[in-house]
């Protein structure tokens, strides 16, 4: 653990801040994403550009830095011709990444609790297709869960401080990671991707949330990846439903155009909506797609204000 004191134990104390989007991050910085393993190609070819990615954001207010593994799985290196003994050090190294940078920023005399959450996506991320923001891949419980597990008990050996079960845009999806999470001895959050009141396979929120409710390991529930508009009444059914902390961390409000691979129109996020957020029950809060350092910063200093 990067923190002598345990993630839960800080969302019960008060709020905490999470990063921004990682690809964003690299692409500023003169990185190239445009294949299928996106921000996960550079775990091989530029890890040095991983962790000044997650050193970015420790500086700029962070306290938890979400790994590089969204789109690192066993069948997408495989497509790359990276074999599975291979595959298993990058997802470890994903997480010694995000640790290196922690210690970094502790050089430089940043002070306060800092954590490691290990990213894990959806089904969808791995075909690279857009389709974890449909769901229904066709695929049964059972085999999403079978899927997931192996990338989850690498992860799990990592030892990060935990598990970010993120952008899952179907019920399903998330009855087979709760399943696979059980067990593991890593807690995690749960984080739907979402349109209005549904995930974005259709399923009502009460009833997505609803799965998590009972389960130990999950320690907060809640949205990301998605309009800023959305989280409000999200943070509240979520906080409703589940009475666990709510994690919230959308995108910028800029609407991604799959037809010219660009983002589109303007961003609509302000960091001053976090407090709102906040009263709401949103204690892990955060920015994912085209949200930076200095937006994280702008809500590390709303949270404190």
């Known amino acids: 653990m990067t923190s002598d004191t ?12 999470l990063d921004g989007g990682m690809s964003n991050q690299l692409e500023s910085a003169g990185h190239d994403l445009s294949d299928e393993l996106w921000s996960a190609r ?4 530029r890890p040095e550009a991983i962790t000044e990615a997650h050193l970015a954001y420790f500086e700029a207010g962070a306290d938890v830095a979400i790994t590089a593994s ?5 069948e997408g290196f495989a497509r790359r011709g990276i074999g599975r003994e291979r595959a298993a050090e990058l997802l470890a190294l994903s997480v010694e990444s995000a640790r290196e940078a922690a210690r970094r920023a502790a050089a430089k005399g940043v002070t306060r609790p800092l954590w490691v959450a290990a990213s894990v996506g959806p089904y969808g991320a ?9 769901g229904r891949y066709g695929l049964s419980v059972d085999e999403l869960a079978d899927f997931h597990r192996p990338r989850l008990e690498v992860l799990a050996a990592a ?14 999806e998330a009855r087979a990671l709760l399943r696979v999470v059980r067990g593991l ?18 399923q009502p929120l009460e009833e997505a949330f609803a799965l998590a409710a009972d389960v130990d390991e999950v320690i907060a529930v809640g ?10 009444g999200a943070v509240r059914t979520a906080a409703r439903v589940t009475g666990k902390p709510v994690v919230v961390y959308p995108n910028s409000g800029e609407a991604w155009d799959a037809g010219a691979r660009a983002w589109a129109g303007r961003s609509s996020f302000t960091p001053e909506e976090v407090t709102g957020w906040r009263a709401s029950g949103a ?12 937006a994280i910063a702008g809500i590390a200093a709303a949270l404190t204000a």
């Open 159 to 172: 030892r990060p401080d935990v598990f970010a079960l993120e952008t899952v845009p179907d019920a399903d």
């Open 185 to 202: 001895g890593v807690p995690a959050w749960l984080s739907y991707t979402v349109e209005g009141d549904r995930t974005r396979a259709g």
């Open 70 to 74: 969204y789109q690192a799985t066993f």
């Open 6 to 17: 345990s993630l839960a134990a800080a969302l019960a104390a008060g709020t905490v801040v």
């Open 126 to 134: 791995m075909l690279a297709d857009g389709s974890e923001y449909r």
């Open 223 to 232: 949205v990301n990846c998605c309009a800023p508009q959305d989280v409000d």
């Open 42 to 45: 550079l775990l091989a070819e």
């Open 283 to 294: 204690r892990l809060i955060g920015g994912c797609c085209r949200v930076g350092p200095q």
